[in-house]
């Protein structure tokens, strides 16, 4: 059992896990954060549960919250805005800094850097709420997969296999965010690779039963197949974690990440996107692919509010 480290005050540290909050991925938020919660007590940290609502401030002080671990998910919790928050408050936090939070949560603009730096990336348009329906793609032709610009875990997500299902999934999408992204869909095998600190884990494989890794594939035991490690050759598997730890880098992300691909119709990988505050819940794939490395789930955990600091350096 680790031993609790000291607080500002000199006495021991109170760890504030932050989870709930308001956005759409809020129930998966409050999975992972009872895991680490119960991580943390099994590690004899001093944690408390604070529910990141509009009196967080309050909450954090009333707690005598000396670092934060973040378990939030999607808007207001991994796009930037609490990072900064505690960043004003002088509370040490897990996880990327206030600009990587923004640019990995925003999937426009992380495409941006991920061509900037040459990582490989499918092709996509964006739409913006207020688009005419009649509107088609321009430059891209079905399959593609319609999402929100600034959203996790599938949530508002579409296939879209012909031309005459792209408004409904740009309507779906809308519901969730003013700007929509239809990205070209990928037909191979996906990929997840975990990143923590300049240390990547071992590949794992998802193959969701339904074909698409949706939210219910997501959140739902049984719907999908892990394979740690995935059962790829060694020269693609070092491909993905080098990609891995280039994507990692080029957001400016640090602590823990998970960098997701997929594979062509030829074999190549390409990044999708970036999850600054990966889940860990029990079907989440940052503790497979983690254990797959030897590193049990306390230990994850362990090593993640480890790496908790400010934008500045300062633990």
Do not use: W
């Not at 709420?129 to 430059?139: E, H, K, N, P």
Request: aromatic share 6%; glycine share 14%.
């Amino acid at each position: 059992m680790a031993a609790a480290q000291a607080g500002r005050t000199g006495k021991r540290r109170t760890v504030g896990v932050l989870m709930g909050g308001r956005s759409a991925e809020c129930r998966v938020s409050l999975r992972t954060g009872a895991a680490i919660l119960a991580a943390l007590g099994r590690l004899g940290e001093r944690a408390v549960a604070i529910d990141a609502g509009p009196d967080l401030p309050r909450a954090l002080a009333r707690r005598g919250v000396d670092v934060a671990f973040i378990a939030l998910h999607g808007r207001g919790g991994e796009d930037g805005t609490v990072q900064g928050l505690l960043e004003c408050l002088g509370i040490p936090y897990t996880g990327s800094g206030v600009l990587a939070s923004a640019l990995a949560m925003d999937k426009k603009q992380s495409k941006y850097v991920f061509r900037a730096h040459g990582l490989p990336t499918p092709d996509f348009e964006v739409f913006a709420r207020g688009t005419r329906a009649a509107r088609r793609l321009q430059r891209l032709a079905p399959p593609v997969v319609v999402k929100p610009t600034n959203e996790g875990s599938s949530v508002g997500m579409t296939v879209v296999r012909g031309s005459g299902a792209l408004a409904p999934a740009l309507a779906k999408a809308f519901r969730y965010d003013p700007e929509a992204i239809a990205e070209q869909f990928l037909p191979g095998r996906e990929f997840t690779v975990g990143v923590l600190g300049g240390e990547t884990f071992p590949v794992v494989e998802v193959r969701p039963h339904s074909g698409v890794y949706d939210y219910h594939s997501k959140y739902t035991a049984g719907e999908t197949d892990y394979l740690a490690p995935a059962p790829i050759g060694a020269r693609l598997a070092a491909r993905l974690r080098a990609l891995a730890a280039q994507t990692h880098g080029a957001l400016g992300c640090r602590g823990a990440s998970r960098v997701d691909f997929r594979l062509d119709g030829r074999g190549r990988p390409y990044v999708l996107e970036v999850n600054t505050i990966p889940g860990m819940t029990e079907t989440s794939l940052l503790p497979k692919s983690a254990a797959a490395a030897g590193i049990g789930f306390d230990e994850l955990v362990a090593r993640i509010l480890r790496g908790a600091r400010l934008d500045g350096g300062r633990r």
